[in-house]
């Protein structure tokens, strides 16, 4: 996942023709973080996702392009499973 939003963080920033060292400098990270995050190898934070998206010009959803549909019927076994878990125990009157 962080591969792949790295990759459309770095199309973006090629797009709008800008460096890694004005990217950082507009979103407030080191270069260096900039790099970390086009590899992959960097955890994105919301705010610097936010910020990433308004500098690149781009969407949220542009930049999550592409990523794997959740598993429709893995999320129901967990739903179902986690929603028996919570359910409050029965008193006898």
Same mark, same amino acid.
């Given at each position: 996942?962080?591969?792949?939003?790295?990759?459309?963080?770095r199309?973006?920033r090629?797009?709008t023709?800008?460096?890694?060292?004005?990217?950082?400098e507009?979103?407030g990270? #080191?270069?260096?973080?900039?790099? #970390?995050?086009?590899?992959?190898s960097?955890?994105?934070?919301?705010t610097?996702?936010?910020?990433?998206s308004?500098?690149l010009?781009?969407?949220?959803?542009?930049?999550?392009?592409?990523?794997?549909?959740p598993?429709?019927?893995?999320?129901?076994?967990i739903?179902?499973?986690?929603a028996?878990?919570?359910a409050?125990a029965?008193r006898?009157?």
């Open positions: 996942m962080l591969r792949l939003v790295g990759r459309r963080v199309e973006a090629f797009r023709n800008m460096t890694q060292e004005c990217l950082a507009l979103v990270v #080191h270069w260096k973080t900039i790099g #970390h995050i086009e590899r992959g960097y955890p994105i934070a919301l610097i996702f936010a910020r990433l308004q500098f010009e781009t969407s949220p959803t542009r930049l999550l392009d592409g990523l794997d549909t598993d429709p019927q893995r999320t129901a076994r739903k179902k499973a986690m028996r878990k919570r409050p029965r006898k009157p």
